[in-house]
């Protein structure tokens, strides 16, 4: 084993995802070289439909997540390069699809694939995608890899179904609420960390740590993503702002207000959640502004990173653990920017 | 290796691929009951939805080509039951993902899974299919089966996004029509008799001739699909006649059709096939019976099934052969039941 490296010196630590990214800069090229390399082996007509999936694809969270928890030393690691490849295609494959429920129209300020092409040839394309990726995790020596991307993307697609089915009720507890999230976001999160740091050798106990980081990371990603479809900028963010209330998603902001409402102003939120009004974003940001709902959520988050941090405690001496906690100062980073907005 | 068995008596020989499935009793139980508990590991709000799938699912053609191309003698293979549920899994999936495309209403008979639980559940009912299928595959020993099983899925992929982005035009040549059915249809009958003759122990050079087997079997079932479609009686079949005029889907009996109309006829199915006039598909099938179109589409199908049978011919001593064999004596009892129907 390596010996440990000083964590990062704090004044330059990375303020965002977007930093995060470019510190990674080889690795990524690497892996966007990998990417464009499995694009190619696609028949002619499906890709240039891939390729423009791979461009908008956004932030490569998940890759970055492989090879930080994979981190030993600056050296690229084809394996981690391969596996973060194969997590990417997955993570595009779901996006191709969600698009598609979510009828996004805009997906990091681009059309989105099922607008682009219809929905029809966007249902296909995410297929291909994923079984390309099924396909390039069978291309390691074990089936350890492939196990577990098939495993997980069967729970992504699982937490979605519930949250398509529970779509425009309001029959939803903060336990279903934390079930739908830690499958559909915190899974691929929780996967990319144990196969980055397996696949780099670390020893089985800093692996399962380091899956408990990214789980909790997961979980505390998607609650900022959904305080962000309120509290953030369309421009900043590059998707349409407010879809979850008009799309009848009813998540922690909502479900944070709709508790602190009269109970009058309570059946107004139940009926635009149901779709039986029509949605008030407006309305419900401002009262989330003034009833500090902002402030309850942002506990629920910070809850998760800190359990996040705690999984990592006892293997500070590792390469990659200064490197994962990083990314939850950036993620506070990012609330606080959202708070501010 | 087995001593080679005697081929089963000619007045034995199944009639139809029901018979076939019949005939693979204790096989095909066992399939079903390795279906029933992969189902029973998914979350309890889609296990209700994926046991419809498989309720409504059909034939099992798929399994069927495992279990006869590595058929040894009447004791069932373990490894065989496995890779043809993976198999059905992904075929499952694409049939889900199918009916979505093609928005039709019945699949054998029921309520197609994308009109009983709404589009959006279908999308990803299908992903989590694909991908329990993959979770599956990975619990064999080696790689090859994942990585068999998900290039093949890719492929199917990229035949049905290639037939969806070329709906509603005529710029289709014979040689795109080979393709797009060689991709959609024949590449998973290929995989199950190459991934069911290598998992039962059989030589390489017979694994491939079972493989070309496959193949060409499955490009001539997918020619008799399209002749039923026209030919065919709605009930016979359970899905709804006459649909690929209507949805734009150019096949080999309408490219057969519009070769021999006269011009001023010929621009008017184009207009059919384009959406640009209402179908009419009971005058093309009219025109289709006095134009002699079955019998060249007949030959066309002929022409697979001499080459699926040429292709085992060197191997007639193994006891897979005369089992894939009666597959294509099956299928010609079919389509002379089409005719006469």
Redesign the interface.
């Known amino acids: 084993m390596n010996p440990p490296e000083s964590p990062p010196a704090t004044d330059a630590a990375p303020l965002d995802f977007e930093a995060v990214f470019a510190g990674l800069g080889p690795h990524v090229e690497a892996l966007d070289a990998c990417l464009r390399e499995q694009v190619a082996s696609?028949?002619p007509?499906?890709r240039a439909?891939a390729d423009y999936c791979i461009d908008t694809s956004g932030k490569r969270i998940r890759p970055s997540l492989v090879f930080l928890s994979g981190w030993r030393d600056e050296r690229i690691n084809p394996d981690l390069v391969r596996v973060a490849a194969v997590i990417e295609l997955v993570h595009l494959?779901?996006l191709v699809?969600d698009d598609?429920?979510d009828e996004a129209d805009l997906r990091r300020g681009r059309d989105s694939a099922a607008r682009s092409y219809?929905p029809?040839?966007a249902?296909?394309?995410?297929?291909?995608l994923?079984?390309?990726?099924?396909?390039l995790?069978?291309?390691?020596?074990?089936?350890l890899v492939?196990?577990a991307?098939?495993?997980s993307?069967?729970?992504v697609?699982?937490g979605?179904?519930?949250q398509?089915?529970r779509r425009g009720t309001t029959a939803i507890s903060r336990e279903d609420y934390q079930r739908v999230i830690d499958?559909k976001t915190a899974e691929l999160f929780r996967v990319s960390c144990r196969l980055g740091s397996h696949l780099a050798g670390y020893a089985e106990n800093f692996v399962a740590a380091a899956a408990t980081f990214g789980r909790h990371l997961g979980i505390a990603y998607q609650i900022y993503d959904d305080l962000a479809d309120f509290f953030g900028e369309e421009s900043k963010i590059g998707k349409t702002l407010g879809t979850d209330l008009g799309s009848g998603k009813l998540t922690l902001p909502l479900m944070e207000l709709a508790e602190v409402l009269p109970l009058a102003e309570q059946a107004t939120v139940i009926g635009e959640i149901t779709g039986k009004q029509p949605p008030q974003a407006e309305l419900r940001l401002d009262q989330m502004r003034e009833l500090g709902i902002f402030g309850r959520v942002e506990a629920a988050l910070e809850k998760e990173l800190e359990e996040a941090e705690r999984a990592l405690r006892p293997h500070g001496g590792q390469p990659a653990t200064p490197r994962l906690l990083a990314l939850t100062q950036v993620l506070r980073n990012q609330v606080a920017r959202l708070r501010s907005g």
């Open positions: 696609f028949e007509e499906i439909m494959a779901t699809h598609i429920m219809g029809e040839a249902v296909l394309l995410g297929d291909a994923f079984a390309h990726a099924l396909h995790a069978a291309q390691f020596p074990t089936t492939c196990s991307v098939a495993e993307t069967r729970r697609c699982a979605e179904i519930i398509t089915l499958l």
